[in-house]
C-alpha cells in the first residue's frame, strides 16, 4: 500500500516541551512529596498526564482523592510554561514542507489535552500544515494504545497501512506500530543508542535528516 499519510507526535517531536513538562511535574509532585528521578520521569514519558500522575502516585503510596488536582495543575503549569518560554524542534518546518510538497495528508495526534494540542499550533503558526489534530484526552486509553493515531488516521480518511508516524518517545513508537503504521522516531540524544528503538522502522536524530531516500526505504 502506497504511503500518503504522516502524522505526529508533538511534545518533544515538534515542541522542545519535554523539559517543561518535567519541570512542571516536578514542581507539582513537590507539592505531593513526590521526587522524580530522571529514569523515573522518562519511563513514563508519552503517557497521558492522567495516566502518568496516577502512575506515580500509587507508586509513592499518595491518596488518589488529589489525583485531578495534581493532573490539572501540571496541565495549567506546562501551558504557562510553554506560552513563555518553548522553542520549536529543529527542523520542524522543513520536514512539514517535505510532505506538503508530495502532497501527503497531514495530522498530529498527541497524549497532550486539546487545548495544549491548541496552544502549541497556533503559538507556532502550524495550523497551516496541519489537517486534523486528535488527542487522547478523553480516550479510554492512551499512548502506547493505538487509539489516538487510529483516530487522527480515520480523520484524514487514510488507512493505517497508508500511514508514516514520527515519534520521539517509546510509547508513543509502540502505537504507532499497534497501529500498524510505520513509525520514524527521533529521540532524545541521551537516547539514541537504546535498543528498545530497534522496533521503529527507522531512527534520525533529528527530523531534518529525513528525506526521499529514507522515504522511499520506508515506502
Known amino acids: 500500500m502506497q504511503i500518503n499519510t504522516v502524522i505526529f507526535d508533538m511534545d518533544g517531536l515538534l ?3 519535554e523539559p517543561l513538562w518535567g519541570e512542571a511535574a516536578d514542581e507539582v509532585f513537590r507539592l505531593y512529596g513526590i521526587r522524580l528521578t530522571k529514569e523515573q520521569y522518562t519511563s513514563t514519558t508519552g503517557l497521558r498526564t492522567r495516566e502518568f500522575v496516577q502512575w506515580w502516585f500509587h507508586h509513592f503510596k499518595v491518596s488518589e482523592e488529589k489525583l485531578f488536582e495534581a493532573e490539572n495543575r501540571i496541565i495549567d503549569c506546562v501551558m504557562d510554561k510553554i506560552s513563555q518560554k518553548a522553542t520549536l524542534m529543529p527542523g520542524v518546518h522543513y520536514i512539514f ?13 498527541s497524549s497532550s489535552p486539546q487545548r495544549l494540542i491548541d496552544l502549541a499550533v497556533g503559538q507556532f503558526e502550524l495550523g497551516d500544515y496541519l489537517q486534523v489534530t486528535a488527542s487522547a ?15 487522527c488516521a480515520a480523520a ?8 508514516i508516524c514520527f515519534e520521539d518517545s517509546f510509547n508513543g513508537m509502540i502505537a504507532a506500530k499497534a497501529a500498524r503504521m510505520k513509525c520514524v522516531v527521533v529521540p532524545h540524544h541521551s537516547q539514541q543508542k537504546e535498543e528498545r528503538w530497534g522496533a521503529a522502522d527507522l531512527k ?14 520506508i515506502g
Open 15 to 17: 515542541i522542545d516541551s
Open 97 to 109: 514542507d517535505f510532505f506538503r510538497k508530495r502532497n501527503f495528508k497531514i495530522g498530529l495526534a
Open 137 to 151: 484526552e478523553s480516550l479510554p486509553f492512551g499512548k502506547p494504545h493505538p487509539q489516538v493515531y487510529l483516530d
Open 156 to 163: 484524514l480518511h487514510s488507512h493505517p497501512g497508508a500511514c
Open 204 to 217: 534520525l536524530t533529528s527530523l531534518q535528516n529525513f528525506g526521499e531516500l529514507h522515504l522511499n526505504l
